[in-house]
């Protein structure tokens, strides 16, 4: 069955934390569409400076969480605090754990997740200057390239993107999980 993942994303997101899992996605046969608060593009930042520009597939406002079968978070610094304050953002993440679907969130992604309110209780990773926040939104964090809890999948930074590309895709095949937050 074709799956359609959303890649949760705007301005300062780090290029490589989304150009490759939406690779490893799209050679699944999978179709993936970039959702943001913008309308035309987002910029990326390309590990010390700003990056290429990538077309907005569908805006925030007109994205509907259960068209999808997955989300996908890349990091950056700028990125994810940017979408942690933006209430559209946080009900569209919280959709997808509502209904069990895989989420998968790399770097700094998680810090949407913090905001969104649904990490407590959960074993994740992250880029360690985040582990403090996770720590004390409830997460029992743990220092490995890639951490599986219930359909949620992080890692640590973009050198971890093998291992979080093959997990992310292994729970987007498994599809649903139980309610868990």
């Given at each position: 069955?074709?799956?359609?993942?959303?890649?949760?994303?705007?301005?300062?997101f780090?290029e490589?934390?989304?150009?490759?899992?939406?690779?490893?996605?799209?050679?699944?046969?999978?179709?993936?569409?970039?959702?943001?608060?913008?309308?035309?593009?987002?910029?990326?930042?390309?590990?010390?400076d700003?990056?290429?520009?990538y077309?907005?597939?569908?805006?925030?406002?007109?994205?509907?969480?259960?068209?999808?079968?997955?989300?996908?978070?890349?990091?950056?610094?700028?990125?994810p605090d940017?979408l942690?304050?933006?209430?559209?953002?946080?009900?569209?993440?919280?959709?997808?754990?509502?209904?069990?679907?895989?989420?998968?969130?790399?770097?700094?992604?998680?810090?949407t997740?913090?905001?969104?309110?649904?990490?407590?209780?959960?074993?994740?990773?992250?880029?360690?200057?985040?582990?403090?926040?996770?720590?004390?939104?409830?997460?029992?964090?743990?220092?490995?390239e890639?951490?599986?809890?219930?359909?949620?999948?992080?890692?640590?930074?973009?050198?971890?993107?093998?291992?979080?590309?093959?997990?992310?895709i292994?729970?987007?095949?498994?599809?649903k999980?139980?309610?868990?937050?």
């Open positions: 069955m074709k799956k359609k993942i959303a890649i949760l994303a705007t301005n300062g780090e490589i934390e989304l150009t490759s899992p939406k690779e490893a996605l799209e050679k699944e046969g999978w179709l993936t569409e970039i959702v943001s608060p913008e309308t035309d593009s987002i910029k990326s930042w390309a590990s010390t700003w990056g290429k520009s077309k907005v597939d569908k805006t925030l406002e007109n994205a509907n969480p259960s068209d999808y079968d997955a989300l996908m978070l890349p990091g950056g610094v700028i990125n940017n942690r304050t933006n209430e559209k953002a946080l009900a569209f993440v919280k959709a997808f754990f509502e209904v069990g679907k895989p989420v998968a969130a790399i770097c700094h992604g998680p810090q997740l913090i905001s969104a309110g649904v990490v407590e209780g959960r074993k994740m990773t992250s880029y360690p200057s985040i582990k403090t926040d996770l720590m004390n939104a409830g997460v029992e964090w743990q220092d490995k890639v951490v599986v809890d219930k359909g949620l999948v992080t890692s640590r930074n973009p050198d971890d993107l093998p291992a979080f590309n093959k997990k992310m292994e729970e987007i095949k498994e599809g999980h139980e309610h868990s937050f």
